[in-house]
């Protein structure tokens, strides 16, 4: 049975979900038993971006009973993890909202640790797979392929570091949170449809001067599909610079005004 309705703050989960096909329900399982046993306030979103599969009229049907915790939203077209990520921080409605992949790779474990470092007052937490404490599991029969993703990881890493005012390691786990208030801060500045999204958010909060908490995670690594892979590399590349050239560009604007205020 839910435990919704306690009169604790709200705390938004938001998942971005395109063609997710089987995994979609092992999901809705391990997060109907999350919602059952926690002790919070909780509220899912699944964001479905165009999706072609079925997927919202089957979470319509699973999630009829959690009404009041779990709602759907979808809309026609495909418009990137990005674009759903910030439609879902938009929708919410939580004190604190946290978004993740919608294969789980990071467990309840996991989210429920960020969490509760918003609820210590931090205005955004990310899950680092940097973390001195974090761990990865992993199939022995996948061990070649993430050595592979890993000098990936590292080169794209080095760019983040030379192209944006970003110190941390790792950019793109897919686990992070805001607080509403800082949500509503950086939203506006937010533009990326793509998996650039998260290096956008980071050097809007850099900008701004909004603290980063990274917090340790435990990924878990069990189908290669479900990870970056080179092509998407280079359209992340590609994003890097254009997040580079809109925060030039916004910085050259402030100077300029700030220039003509004083001047006046």
Same mark, same amino acid.
Request: hydrophobic share 40%.
């Given at each position: ?19 997710? $096909?089987? =995994?979609?329900e ?53 418009? @990137?993890? $990005? ?11 939580? %004190? ?10 990071? $467990?309840?474990?996991? =989210? ?7 609820? %210590? $007052? ?21 061990? @070649? ?6 000098? %990936?990881?590292?080169?794209?890493s ?10 941390q390691l ?6 992070k ?8 801060t950086? *939203?506006?500045? *937010? ?10 958010? *980071?050097t ?5 001067? =909004? ?22 590399? @280079? ?16 910085? =050259? ?12």
């Amino acid at each position: 049975m839910s435990n919704w309705g306690r009169g604790s703050p709200l705390t938004s989960l938001v998942l971005p979900t395109y063609n997710p $096909g089987p =995994i979609l329900e092992s999901t809705w399982l391990s997060l109907k038993q999350f919602l059952d046993r926690s002790q919070d306030n909780w509220e899912v979103l699944f964001v479905c971006d165009g999706c072609t599969d079925g997927s919202p009229s089957r979470l319509a049907e699973w999630t009829r009973a959690y009404a009041e915790q779990v709602r759907v939203v979808s809309y026609a077209s495909n418009r @990137g993890k $990005g674009y759903a990520v910030r439609f879902g921080l938009a929708t919410a409605r939580g %004190q604190w909202r946290l978004f993740t992949d919608v294969d789980l790779a990071y $467990g309840f474990e996991d =989210i429920g640790g960020v969490a509760r470092t918003l609820r %210590q $007052g931090a205005g955004v937490v990310i899950g680092s797979r940097r973390h001195p404490s974090s761990k990865m599991l992993i199939p022995t029969r996948l061990s @070649g392929y993430v050595y592979r993703r890993h000098v %990936q990881s590292e080169v794209f890493s080095a760019l983040v570091r030379l192209l944006l005012p970003l110190k941390q390691l790792d950019t793109q786990a897919g686990l992070k949170g805001l607080s509403a208030e800082t949500a509503g801060t950086l *939203l506006p500045y *937010l533009h990326c449809d793509g998996f650039g999204f998260d290096c956008e958010l *980071l050097t809007a909060a850099a900008y701004l001067g =909004i603290p980063v908490v990274e917090v340790p995670v435990c990924v878990r690594l069990d189908n290669p599909a479900s990870t970056t892979g080179v092509s998407t590399l @280079g359209r992340m590349i590609g994003e890097l610079w254009r997040i580079r050239r809109t925060w030039r560009h916004i910085k =050259i604007q402030e100077a300029v005004g700030r220039s003509d205020r004083r001047a006046a």
